[in-house]
């Protein structure tokens, strides 16, 4: 017993599901740019390893703002780095707790990064996806700039996938999407999850 403790410590994070460890590796091998130091907002791909389920991750429903060119639709938390005040990793601990109550440094190992990448709406803007692990299953509490939140599982993403119909600005538009509970999760957040799925071998 003494030396399975021992050895449990030399581990970097024995915390961790052997799934949530292995993603981390495989991000940690793909050479990443430095476009992540200057970025204008960031979200957070907050997984849990569901036992008997597998790997999920919180999405968010955002309230419906007037002014807000994401009001209403699904995501992943985060939001605006408020720039000269805080680095991205900051803002992203900030912004996670603000809209999801979860404190990143005391129950998230950050796993790593995917692609800096520009919301259709907000094409000038850049923003940096980071994964994090999640020790323990959070309890949510939503912030004022979210309406709901739910757990998707990513193995079933892919037989969800579909052409939707939205509408921006009164126009309607037909878009690649995922729809998990009757919710269409389109737009920049269905690319971060595209670019995800395959590093966890999961087949679109």
């Known amino acids: 017993m003494k030396q399975q403790l021992q050895c449990a410590r030399l581990l970097p994070h024995p915390d961790l599901s052997p799934n949530l460890l292995n993603l981390k590796n495989k991000l940690g091998s793909i ?3 430095n476009d ?4 204008e907002a960031v979200v957070a791909i907050l997984l849990w390893d569901e036992l008997g389920r597998g790997l999920q991750t919180l999405l968010v429903q955002r309230a419906e703002r007037e002014g807000d060119p994401w009001s209403g639709q699904i995501g992943l938390p985060g939001g605006r780095v408020k720039q000269g005040a805080e680095t991205p ?3 992203l601990h900030r912004e996670v707790d603000e809209e999801v109550g979860i404190k990143l440094e005391e129950v998230g190992v950050e796993l790593g990064s995917l692609s800096v990448g520009h919301p259709m709406r907000r094409m000038e803007m850049r923003v940096q996806p980071w994964v994090y692990g999640l020790r323990i299953m959070p309890r949510i509490s939503i912030g004022s700039e979210i309406a709901s ?3 998707a599982n990513l193995a079933h993403l892919p037989s969800t996938k579909k052409m939707s119909e939205i ?3 009164n126009q309607p538009w037909s878009v690649e999407s995922f729809v998990v509970e009757g919710k269409i999760v389109w737009g920049f957040t269905y690319r971060v999850l595209t670019e995800l799925l395959p590093i966890l071998e999961i087949p679109l």
């Open 167 to 169: 509408t921006i600005r």
């Open 149 to 151: 939140s739910f757990w």
């Open 89 to 91: 990793r900051t803002a």
């Open 31 to 33: 050479n990443r740019s």
């Open 36 to 39: 992540g130091d200057h970025v």
